[in-house]
């Protein structure tokens, strides 16, 4: 597989060093509001709805839905960006079941819930459970992230005249250290507001994305005649056999 | 053309299939009385879950229609 590098500008690369600074002194910030347990998980529970649903898309939407959503996209049309779409189903469950006991009992975390509806060592269990969902879901946003950053890094660089190679490695390494440290010292806070900035700066990527993709290949009508029917479709289909699929 | 089997029939599968886990829940959240018909906040949250199927179901079908003939 042939590897791009170096295609960013240095411009590129100063915008891109002083958002990660930016960020870390941003979310560091947010370590005064922090004097107890509740206000580092819950932010104190003092924010209103819309910034709490902001921090949620802006968790959602992450390297990861532009770098596997445009390949998937590219490889199998519409249906492979309908992920979700199944989700209204277990909404009134969810709205009038789990959600009252998740608020009304006031707990912390998931394992915390188990701990009190079994044992503590049902707890210990679906602790490593989640560890085990995190580590993956943790690990691919910060892999996309990086194979999204590193075409436009040059090889290495040369700081006090020693010669640093950037590797894909190095640069989740930096940023994982990044966002480590601002949410150590921020807490629930400082992911709140830095997910306001970044929800906002990826939703607006993300559009301006699409019609910016749409005018480089000739406008709505030429983008849409350039699709084959199957590539439209919403859904995968159940069947899929060679023969199905024109 | 795509055929049936990947057009309408995933259609139905969602939203026949997906849509007896919903006719489930909303059943099981008015019987047990986890909405509470009586307050106004449950009602319009009643009537957004309705409106919410079937403004899915309306979305998809026009991303059908549109990829089959537009």
């Known amino acids: ?12 690369w100063i915008v891109l060093i002083i958002y990660m600074v930016a960020m870390l002194l941003f979310g560091s910030y947010f370590a005064k509001y922090n004097k107890d347990t509740s206000d580092f998980f819950f932010g104190g529970r003092r924010f209103t709805w819309w910034l709490i649903a902001m921090s949620i898309v802006a968790t959602g939407v992450s390297s990861h839905s532009f770098v596997k959503y445009s390949a998937m996209g590219f490889k199998y049309g519409f249906s492979s960006s309908m992920s979700y779409m199944n989700d209204w189903f277990f909404v009134p469950f969810f709205m009038f079941g789990w959600l009252p ?7 912390r975390s998931i394992p915390e819930y188990f701990e009190k509806r079994f044992s503590p060592s049902a707890r210990f269990f679906v602790t490593i459970l989640q560890l085990l969902y995190l ?7 910060f892999l996309t992230m990086g194979k999204a950053i590193l075409p436009l890094m040059p090889e290495y660089f040369t700081i006090f005249g020693v010669q640093i190679h950037i590797t894909l490695m190095g640069l989740i390494w930096v940023t ?10 921020g807490g629930q806070t400082a992911v709140i507001f830095t997910d306001l900035i970044q929800g906002v700066m990826l939703l607006f990527a993300g559009i301006l994305i699409f019609f910016l993709g749409v005018a480089y290949v000739g406008g709505w009508h030429t983008f849409w005649n350039l699709l084959p029917a199957s590539w439209k479709l919403p859904f995968a289909g159940l069947i899929h056999r060679r023969n199905l699929i024109p | 053309m795509p055929t049936f089997f990947n057009s309408w029939l995933p259609f139905i599968y969602l939203y026949v299939g997906g849509g007896i886990f919903f006719l489930a829940g909303m059943i099981l959240i008015r019987r ?3 909405i509470d018909m009586r307050l106004k906040r449950h009602r319009l949250w009643w009537k957004i879950l309705i409106l919410g199927y079937f403004s899915f179901a309306a979305f ?11």
């Open chain 1, 101 to 107: 006991i998740i608020v009304y009992s006031k707990i």
């Open chain 1, 135 to 141: 580590v993956g879901y943790v690990g691919i946003g």
């Open chain 2, 32 to 34: 047990t009385k986890a």
């Open chain 1, 1 to 12: 597989m042939e590897h791009i590098r170096d295609i960013g500008s240095q411009l590129d």
């Open chain 2, 60 to 70: 998809h079908a026009v991303l059908i229609i549109a990829a089959l003939y537009w």
């Open chain 1, 176 to 185: 994982a250290l990044v966002v480590g440290i601002y949410i150590t010292f």
